[in-house]
């Protein structure tokens, strides 16, 4: 079994064990209801509920426990709950009951804070901060050290930082939210306090994180950071077996405060073992003078990792960073595969893929792009900064050129391998003639793709659910992609479309591997 589907059984089992349905639990159910209820109350039935949150908060709470909240009402305040500890078969859970979600608007404070809780599920509330201009100073809901715990179904806006925040412990599933109009972050998922092994060393990580089907959008920059990047959509950081699939992330990152790097629509650093799949990040943005603001990064200490069946598109940034910056550990063994970059660029980066190594960094090395699809009217296939990039393979991919640029490859990449990539240009002639890619890359195709592109600088209404659906960057029938590419080891099966990786080892060039 290779490496992707191995991660994919495990952040599976993780997912259902978070998420198992408490409906089969016993335990006893606390309704709140601002309107009618009482804190003088039991709050055991829907008819003399409790009223506060902060009463709510007070509960000493057993396995199964529900706190119910008044579907359609606004609650002011917070929601807090510490040590409270759920089973695997009778988690704690927070929810609505009745019609609607209810609404939980804590103005400047954050609206759920679970810290040291085990086996809990936070689910169908919308959350609402006083905005990130107006007097927000935290998240919407932070998890602190919450083991086994479940965010589902969950609206979270104007917040200073992140709507949704994990720091720190282990067995996270994030499903269904929809995160916009914060500062920092929509989604963040970081590693905690510092701990001790078995060895007594310190480390510090979130361990065994699943985030999907969800939405990161508006979420602009964060006013009070102002040496740092922000306005991020879903960002994950020390993290050890992590996965984030079937998600979103839409117009962020233009209103960081500060010049330098940048937000990024979904990326993930100082990690190991991280899926990113089968996402659609767009339109994404960074300051007046900042830098980055692309699809996807892999950032400093990424190992063991792939990005596989994303879409990027219209991004300011590269559709693809591969970055590594100083004082960061060791970055390699990654893998990008049936990815496509449409016009992605804009403003920074100029390419699909974008490599970047601070020089006082630790070398990057052993990454693997392969049957990707670039198309690029703002620059370049690919680009690569001064840096160290050593065992960089680029093998089947698809480079194809629709502006007026005059390279495909550029920057230092002498270190990196080229090996049966196709380049093409469609309105810059001189582009089919010799570069110094074509030098290095010896078995090159060097012919029009015959590609289906899309028309215009929108798609139509596109779910990452449906990605696999999208009738662009197929090949037509007499392409010289068809059955051009050489066989990959480790390929994993089937394209960005899900159809099947040729058995006759003939795969075509780029993400499409349809006949």
Not at 73 to 80: D, I, K, N, P, V
Not at 281 to 310: A, C, M, P, V, W
Request: charged share 15%; net charge negative; proline share 4%.
């Amino acid at each position: 079994m290779n490496k992707s589907l191995l991660l994919l059984v495990f952040i599976s089992c993780v997912f259902h064990t978070a998420c198992k349905d408490s409906s089969l639990t016993t335990g006893s159910y606390y309704y709140v209801d601002p309107v009618n209820g009482n804190d003088s109350n039991t709050g055991r039935s829907s008819e003399k509920p409790l009223q506060s949150l902060v009463k709510a908060g007070a509960l000493s709470l057993q396995p199964g426990d529900r706190i119910l909240l008044k579907g359609g009402q606004t609650f002011r305040g917070s929601l807090e709950l510490i040590g409270q500890h759920g089973t695997e078969t009778a988690p704690i859970v927070v929810s609505s009951f009745g019609e609607g979600r209810a609404i939980i608007e804590s103005a400047d404070s954050a609206a759920i804070i679970a810290e040291n809780c085990s086996f809990l599920t936070c689910r169908n509330l919308v959350l609402k901060g006083s905005g990130r201009l107006s007097g927000s100073q935290t998240d919407g809901i932070l998890f602190r050290n919450v083991r086994h715990g479940w965010i589902d179904s969950l609206e979270a806006s104007g917040y200073l930082y992140s709507g949704i925040h994990v720091r720190g412990g282990s067995n996270i599933a994030i499903t269904h939210a929809y995160a916009h109009d914060n500062g920092f972050s929509g989604i963040y998922a970081e590693s905690g306090e510092p701990e001790y092994g078995t060895d007594g060393k310190k480390f510090k990580t979130l361990k065994n994180v699943y985030l999907g089907y969800s939405v990161a959008e508006n979420n602009p920059g964060c006013p009070v950071i102002t040496d740092n990047h922000s306005g991020n959509g879903i960002l994950i950081a020390g993290v050890v077996n992590g996965m984030i699939e079937y998600c979103e992330a839409m117009e962020n990152g233009w209103a960081m405060p500060r010049e330098g790097n940048g937000p990024v629509g979904i990326w993930a650093f100082m990690s190991d073992s991280i899926t990113i799949q089968h996402c659609y990040s767009h339109h994404n943005k960074t300051s007046e003078r900042g830098k980055d603001g692309g699809g996807f990064d892999f950032d400093g200490g990424i190992k063991n990792s792939i990005l596989q069946y994303n879409l990027s598109a219209f991004n300011e940034g590269a559709g693809y960073g591969i970055f590594q910056y100083a004082g960061a550990t060791e970055w390699s063994g990654n893998i990008a595969r049936y990815n496509i970059s449409y016009n992605d660029g804009s403003k920074n980066s100029h390419a699909g893929f974008f490599m970047w190594c601070d020089p006082a960094a630790q070398p990057m090395k052993n990454f693997r792009a392969y049957n990707n699809t670039i198309v690029s009217s703002y620059g370049l296939g690919a680009n690569f900064e001064p840096g160290a990039y050593a065992d960089f393979f680029f093998e089947n991919n698809i480079f194809l050129i629709t502006g007026k640029t005059d390279r495909f490859v550029d920057g230092n990449y002498t270190l990196a391998v080229f090996i049966h990539n196709l380049y093409w240009s469609l309105y810059h002639a001189d582009l089919q003639q010799q570069q110094p890619i074509f030098k290095d890359d010896r078995e090159s195709v060097i012919a029009d793709p015959e590609m289906i592109l899309p028309e215009g600088n929108r798609f139509a209404t596109i779910k990452p659910e449906s990605l696999h659906t999208i009738p662009w960057f197929h090949l037509s029938s007499g392409s010289p992609g068809i059955k051009a590419g050489i066989t990959v080891a480790d390929h994993a099966g089937f394209d960005f479309w899900n159809n099947p990786i040729p058995a006759d080892g003939k795969p075509n060039l780029g993400a499409w591997q349809g006949n």
